[in-house]
């Protein structure tokens, strides 16, 4: 079995390539680049995350009570055991996986919660 019948060859080797529709050579892109990347989000919010990082570490540590109220008003009472980017592991009656979007607000549990406008 010789070489060309595994390869095919190709006769045309010396001319030009044939112009492509469109007038657009391989090397142009296709589509505009988009201007904002994942990477850009998380760096605009930076500052906020170590916060929010720094609160949940100290809660965590130290085994506070917290009660999460969640987006429909439910109340999830409990120690937060570990957090990601975007859930909280809550160690209460039961250990319950909580979702960081779903999440309206949260306090200590001696705290009231509902703060009063006037002083």
Known sequence: MSI?????VRHDQGRAEPPRLGGR????????VPSRFPANIVAMDAPYRSAELFYLQKQIQSQTPMVIVLEDGEQVEGCIEW????????RGRWKTLIYKSAIKYMYKLGDSGSQ????
């Not at 060309?4 to 095919?8: A, K, L, N």
């Not at 957090?83 to 809550?90: A, E, F, I, S």
């Open 25 to 32: 050579s391989r090397h142009t892109a296709l589509a505009p």
């Open 4 to 8: 060309s019948s595994v390869i095919p």
């Open 83 to 90: 957090y990601d980017r975007n859930t909280l592991k809550v």
């Open 116 to 119: 009063s406008l006037n002083p």
